[in-house]
């Protein structure tokens, strides 16, 4: 069998380590990126809980990729003036890591070629299945309406004094998005912000960095997807493409995380490669919580959101994460989750 996989993030070089070790499969990568400019955009924070597991299955250890160890997050509900209205959160396995190197090396060996993102037409002459792990940007599948998604910022900054020791996360009004601190050690962060409004972003942000100076090194952006996947389907064209990852919608909305959910689709995918729709409906079963989320998450930012009425959508959501919190590296509290609710 002739795979094709599009789209080296981490769901693609996971996929690429994975078949690559298949007798039976022939895999090819294709990076629309420049090798020397490949890179993990937006965040690089995890469970190690979790990813321990998956690195692992690729021959890694993650401990050789943490920048930091997490022990408790700030997160700030308010307007900044008054900390009451600050929540936090004991971490239990929540970690920053140099994600683009273990990307690096979950891929080495395998066959990618960089600067390359090829017609859809050619790929259909030439493999069997051509994975779609492009990300938001969903190339080889049917394009989505109705989608939601939250446009996103992030700086890789240098600082002489360090605003935090720990993870920081300011909560926008609605939660129609949220500005996120994460260490990377030695005086190095990640600083990003993601808005539905694309108001909060440019404000904070500056009001950030002019109270806090610091060192710029790097730049990016890209939108994320928090569309989940029962509202993506669907999953594949009909013919030889079939998605996997953020493409068809991993992205857990209420943290705005897809590291941990694209490494799961990818291994179902790989459990199922030789019977899609299992896949297909794994996913869905899988993700089926994610739908709790996006109704959540699209009531607040319409402000539409009311606490009786919806409180039986926040319980479900509650009680995932209660139930998952070595997943999710933190403690759950009720309390905190329906101070969310009231921003």
Known sequence: MKIAVVGIGVAGAYLMNQLSDLHDVQVKGFERMPEKEHDAVCAWATCDNVMKDYAKQCGLNLENYILHDGKKMKVD???GTNSSKNIEINLKGMVSYDKLRLIQD?????DISFQKAPNKATLEDEYDIIVDSTGFHRHYLPKLKNELWIPCIQYKVKYDNTPFDDFYLKAFPSLSGYFWYFPLGNGYAHIGSGDFQRKQTHIFMESF???YPCQVLKKVGRPVRITPPSHCLPFTDGRKTIGVGESIGTVYALLGEGIIPSTICAQLFVENL????????????TFKIYTNVYNFIRKSINKKFNIIKDFVEVLKIYKYMKSSEDRFGMEVNMLNMLKLTKI
Do not use: P
């Open 77 to 79: 509900v308010g307007d």
């Open 106 to 110: 979950m891929i080495k060996g395998t």
């Open 209 to 211: 960095m002019k109270k």
């Open 274 to 285: 030789y019977d899609h729709q299992k896949y297909i409906a794994e996913v869905l079963s």
